[in-house]
């Protein structure tokens, strides 16, 4: 099993900027994409950011700009750098990779609220 452990989430202030981590542990088999996803009370879950093994960053346009991807992978870590948070980034962030087999694990999420 592949247990993923999601930190740095809390309350920000719009404007301010917000460092999440996460770090993977357990039966990893060459871990292929990484990925920051965010759920919204009422709202599906959302990809905020997705990151290859060779370092290709893709966002959707609602954070393009505002938010970078970035991945250890001698450390199996994986971070987001938030900045310029408005008061709609406000939602439970959870980690997620994608292994060498096709098989994809979550972290139990950490909240991001940003005040207005």
């Known amino acids: 099993q592949v247990q993923l452990v999601e930190s740095g989430g809390g309350l920000v202030q719009a404007g301010g900027s917000l460092r999440l981590s996460c770090a993977a542990s357990?039966?990893?088999?060459?871990?292929?994409?990484m990925a920051w996803y965010r759920q919204a009370p009422g709202k599906q879950r959302e990809g905020v950011a997705t990151?290859?093994?060779?370092?290709?960053?893709d966002y959707p346009d609602s954070v393009k700009g505002r938010f970078t991807i970035s991945r250890d992978n001698a450390k199996n870590t994986v971070d987001l750098q938030m900045n310029s948070l408005k008061p709609e980034d406000t939602a439970v962030y959870y980690c997620?990779?994608?292994?060498?087999?096709?098989?994809?694990?979550w972290g139990q999420g950490t909240q991001v609220t940003v005040s207005s």
């Open positions: 997620t990779i994608v292994d060498r087999y096709s098989r994809r694990s």
């Open positions: 357990g039966s990893i088999f060459s871990i292929s994409t």
């Open positions: 990151i290859t093994s060779g370092g290709t960053t």
